[in-house]
């Protein structure tokens, strides 16, 4: 079992920055896929940004790219989601995830991003 725990949520003025964390417990993550997605009130939750195990390869939603940087420490188990540039439309509620396979798919519980414009 792998638990997730996101971190530094809160509330900023549009153009502001936010740097959220996943901090992974119960097992290294360092062989898992880990991603950050989205969910805004009322819709569906969304892809954000993804990460493979060894930071080779990097995606980002069309949304963000240019203003959002994934990044992972496997020496800490822990994600980081760098977001600039915030936008009133990035409110939502973020979710940290740790994807090996179907039987391996852990999320977090989320952490609230509120922009203000």
């Known amino acids: 079992q792998v638990q997730l725990v996101e971190s530094g949520g809160g509330l900023v003025q549009a153009g502001g920055s936010l740097r959220l964390s996943c901090a992974a417990s119960?097992?290294?993550?360092?062989?898992?896929?880990m991603g950050w997605y989205r969910q805004a009130p009322g819709k569906e939750r969304e892809f954000v940004a993804v990460?493979?195990?060894?930071?080779?390869?990097?995606q980002y939603a069309d949304s963000v790219k240019g203003r959002f940087t994934i990044s992972r420490d496997n020496a800490k188990n822990t994600v980081y989601l760098q977001m600039n540039s915030l936008k009133p439309e990035d409110t939502a509620i973020y979710y940290c995830?740790?994807?090996?396979?179907?039987?391996?798919?852990?999320w977090g519980q989320g952490t609230q991003v509120t922009i203000s414009s």
């Open positions: 119960g097992r290294t993550i360092s062989s898992y896929r």
């Open positions: 990460i493979s195990w060894n930071s080779g390869i990097i």
């Open positions: 995830n740790a994807y090996s396979s179907s039987q391996y798919d852990y």
